[in-house]
């Protein structure tokens, strides 16, 4: 059964700063994984989409990696902002299943 | 505007009384699902729908039914509500369920029995 787990669980740093955040998957069987924000009261924003075939996406000031044969991913944010406070979910989707495994998130906090 | 609206966005409700999570699409979309987020277990699929007529259950389906009677709309409905489904749902549509399919999210509803 696939289990996706992101580190850390939470994160406060000063505007301005790059910063990195980690996705592990057990099942490197994948079809693709996604990045998603969510932010409080609000549903799920998708940010950046990564096929089984590719190893990284570009949005902005976010880059997100993936090395399927490790099970991990990243996703890196370029001079943060506070308008980046939010929780980021990574979602993988495994090959013959639709559903998306979810991580618990990492909730961000960026201070102005 | 693309979106994918649900309603309601609130909902306080006592057990066993049946209610309906309406969830509707702009965009055409095949493919719809429905997920429930809880706190420490993450979102996780209950059901979800390939088009029209055509559903199938999800990681969590028991206590949940679906429909599919037009392409833009797929109902979640609880026929008998217990109080380990108070939850937050969100409704999610793509395009089809390919590789490169990115999936939209509703902005949930927030449900509470009682």
């Known amino acids: 059964k696939q289990e996706v787990t992101q580190i850390p669980a939470a994160l406060s740093v000063p505007e301005g700063e790059n910063l990195v955040l980690n996705c592990s998957f057990t099942?490197?069987?994948?079809?693709?994984l996604q990045w998603f924000r969510q932010d409080p009261g609000k549903g799920l924003t998708s940010l950046l989409l990564?096929?089984?075939?590719?190893r990284e996406q570009t949005s902005g000031r976010l880059n997100a990696s993936l090395d399927k044969s490790s099970g991990r991913s990243t996703l890196y944010i370029a001079a943060s902002q506070p308008g980046d406070s939010a929780t980021y979910l990574c979602a993988v989707r495994g090959t013959g299943r639709r559903a998306l495994t979810f991580g618990s998130g990492t909730r961000l906090q960026v201070q102005p | 505007e693309a979106q994918v609206t649900q309603n309601p966005r609130y909902l306080i409700t006592v057990t066993g009384k049946k209610l309906t999570v309406t969830c509707s699409q702009n965009m055409n979309h095949e493919y719809m699902s429905w997920y429930r987020q809880d706190p420490g277990l993450g979102l996780r699929q209950i059901y979800y729908s390939m088009n029209v007529e055509v559903t199938d259950k999800g990681d969590v389906p028991e206590g949940y039914k679906v429909s599919r009677k037009e392409k833009r709309n797929f109902p979640l409905i609880l026929e008998s509500p217990s109080p380990n489904q108070t939850s937050l749902y969100f409704c999610?549509?793509?395009?089809?369920?390919?590789?490169?399919?990115?999936?939209?999210f509703g902005p949930g509803t927030r449900l509470l029995v009682l």
């Open positions: 999610a549509s793509s395009l089809g369920a390919g590789a490169g399919e990115t999936q939209y």
């Open positions: 099942d490197s069987a994948i079809y693709n």
């Open positions: 990564i096929q089984s075939s590719q």
